[in-house]
């Protein structure tokens, strides 16, 4: 056999102690057709501080098959470190166990051996493999293939699928399904009974018969993905109840493979579904992940919102009209449950969700189907660099002590005319940037080895070394590639960027993460904190008054203004002034390039800051005002009423029209009566 070379996209992982050492099962979406890859005879590994070997050593040696060495790393205390292998996962978890009880401390032993072989190698997603390639039935095998980093973007083959079924028990009326792959679509109904009329839909005699008819139809037409409207807690968990219940299993995954079920909460309620060889994704969750925002998120309200249509059954009594229709009318029921998993798909396209499941992936590492993930997606970045840094990771510390949130700038209430919004691009990114705030940078800050001025100070007495450091660097790699994702108009991949790069404050304040620490976080946000003041008071000496601040955004009242043009000049002078101030500053008083970026981003021609209620004190974060925009002026609402859904729709459409009439210097008297 020859050796050949392809390009390939992460779609599952998984891992299996074996008598020969760790296996790990990889499947990727390639130009060739499903891949997959399994890796024979890995080790695990976790680390300890050399000065520990003494006190674990008879635990070490009583373990079959461990092998200890020293190795050319340090841990967060500077000391060096020796690599703990061991022949299998199970048992390098039950060793790290045993020595934390012993009061001693290994480190990264929690990174399973199919997530640390990719991490290593820096594949995040997209991979180029090389091997000896055996043609199966409907998929390729390669055995110890080489794997390293690639740049491969997949056209994924995608099933919508939707389940009918009975308001109680377990009693399925319909399995739907419409499949998209290179701009062909294959739709079918899988039906308990005779009496549907369309040439889509298959009649089953049973349940069963209907569930092992969708499994046969999903073998041959063999998609990547599999997407729904909560697909994984309700259609999946269904079919595998009623699986459970016929005494067989649910084979989603290729090869016939069975879904593999794990719980997200205490209750049970939400879970996590993988498929060898194939992802499930839910559209709810994902595109809650890409911060979509709907009055409701359920399929008919998304579906009208988007693409200005919705399902053909409406209303809270659509579960009993939907058994009226499996009694009496399957036609129509079949084109209800189609129409279901076409406007999945529809929404899936429209949003561009798959590309952004995908460019997220290529970002953090993380499964296609692992949303959230913050901190583990901070470990997929961060780890590997570390490493090449000379270091191992700490574990998490016990310390919880809170660090401070956003700052928020007392507001002046009242009614304006030209009020500017000044947004500093990104300030916690360009925070950690500017101010080298690292979690290896502190460790070697405070670990006694460099010279104050070979480090920057913190807040909470810390410091940061001026070189060495991982975060910043990565950040502005981060910022380089989004920069090129939105000159090249790739949206989804920008999206997820920004993501990303945002959610880097919120793990390092986050208890959970192996690198938390209070002199992390509080040196973010209170500098925010130090910066957002010293903004207001450099406003202010320029002759304009700050009316309000919120985290990273000054609002400025342009007193003087004779009108539109001189508030927008006003804007972009302040814009320039203010970077040149930061910028001469953080050079005189700490010797560093600023990497803050102010932006003049909205004119309101008329502004409102409420009090709160009951109080002659302004409110926070609520507010409205009129911009100009494409077709005539706009109103924009933050945080009031308009904008709950848990007020009535009477109310917000009322306060938005007194808003306006307000702003447009309209009578209001007769409207509010």
Not at 101 to 110: I, K, V, Y
Not at 140 to 150: E, F, M, R, T
Not at 161 to 167: G, K, L, Y
Not at 634 to 662: C, H, P, S
Request: aromatic share 10%.
């Amino acid at each position: 056999m020859t050796v050949q070379t392809f390009q390939g996209f992460l779609l599952t992982r998984n891992w299996r102690d074996t008598p020969a050492g760790i296996e790990l099962e990889y499947w990727f979406a390639t130009d060739k057709g499903p891949l997959c890859a399994i890796v024979r005879g890995e080790r695990s590994v976790f680390f300890m501080e050399r000065a520990q070997l003494q006190r674990a050593h008879s635990v070490l040696a009583a373990e079959a098959g461990v092998e200890v060495k020293p190795v050319g790393l340090r841990s967060f205390g500077l000391q060096p470190v020796a690599a703990v292998y061991c022949p299998a996962y199970r048992q390098a978890r039950r060793l790290a166990d045993t020595l934390r009880g012993l009061g001693l401390d290994p480190l990264e032993a929690d990174i399973n051996p199919a997530d640390r072989f990719l991490m290593e190698r820096f594949v995040m997603g997209a991979a180029t493999l090389q091997g000896e390639a055996r043609q199966l039935s409907r998929h390729l095998l390669l055995d110890n293939p080489a794997i390293k980093a690639g740049d491969y973007r997949p056209a994924l083959k995608v099933v919508s699928f939707d389940i009918e079924t009975a308001m109680e028990g377990l009693q399925l009326y319909s399995i739907g399904v419409h499949g998209v792959a290179a701009g062909q679509h294959s739709r079918r109904v899988f039906m308990v009974g005779e009496g549907a009329s369309q040439d889509f839909v298959q009649a089953c005699a049973s349940q069963e018969e209907v569930l092992q008819c969708f499994l046969d139809w999903l073998t041959a037409y063999d998609p990547d993905v599999l997407i729904g409207w909560n697909v994984v807690n309700f259609d999946t968990w269904y079919l595998q109840r009623l699986a459970d219940k016929l005494g067989r299993r649910l084979l989603l995954g290729r090869d016939r493979r069975s879904v593999h079920w794990r719980e997200l909460d205490d209750d049970g309620d939400r879970r996590t579904a993988q498929c060898p060889g194939r992802v499930i994704l839910d559209g709810i969750e994902l595109l809650r992940a890409a911060f979509y925002r709907f009055e409701s998120f359920a399929l008919d309200n998304v579906a009208k919102e988007l693409l200005g249509e919705g399902k053909l059954l409406h209303g809270s009594g659509r579960g009993g009209e939907i058994t009226q229709l499996f009694q009496q009318d399957k036609t129509r029921l079949a084109d209800y449950n189609l129409k279901d998993c076409e406007l999945v798909s529809d929404i899936f396209a429209h949003t561009s969700m798959l590309d952004f499941a995908l460019a997220r992936t290529a970002m953090t590492g993380l499964n296609i189907d692992r949303l959230g993930g913050s901190v583990a997606s901070f470990d997929n970045l961060y780890l590997p660099r570390l490493h090449r840094r000379g270091f191992v990771a700490p574990n998490a510390s016990e310390d919880h002590s809170a660090s401070p949130g956003g700052f928020v700038l007392e507001s002046s209430p009242g009614l304006y005319d030209h009020v500017l919004v000044l947004d500093f691009k990104s300030l916690y990114p360009s925070i950690i940037r500017t101010f080298f705030i690292d979690p290896l940078g502190l460790a070697l800050g405070v670990g006694g080895e460099l010279a104050v001025a070979q480090t920057v100070p913190g807040f909470l007495d810390a410091h940061f070394a001026r070189e060495g450091h991982v975060l910043p660097e990565l950040i502005e790699q981060l910022w380089q590639q989004r920069d090129v994702a939105k000159a090249s108009g790739d949206a989804p991949l920008s999206q997820a960027i920004k993501i990303i790069m945002n959610s880097f404050y919120g793990v390092l304040g986050t208890p959970g993460c192996r690198f938390f620490d209070a002199r992390l976080a509080s040196s973010i946000t209170l500098r925010g904190h130090q910066i957002l003041n010293r903004t207001r008071d450099r406003i202010e000496e320029l002759g304009h008054r700050v009316i309000y601040g919120d985290t990273d955004s000054v609002f400025v009242w342009i007193q003087d203004a004779a009108g539109d043009a001189q508030a927008q000049q006003a804007g972009r002078m302040l814009q320039d002034e203010l970077n040149d101030f930061w910028r001469r500053t953080l050079k005189r008083e700490f010797g560093l390039d600023s990497e803050l970026e102010l932006e003049f981003e909205t004119h309101y021609k008329r502004f409102l800051m409420p009090t709160i209620r009951g109080s002659e004190k302004g409110s926070k974060k609520r507010y409205a005002g009129v911009i100009a925009a494409q077709g005539g002026d706009r109103l924009v609402f933050k945080g009031l009423e308009n904008v709950r859904t848990d007020w009535t729709r009477v109310a917000r459409e009322f306060q938005e029209e007194l808003y306006r009439r307000v702003f447009m210097q309209q009578p209001f008297e007769a409207y509010v009566r």
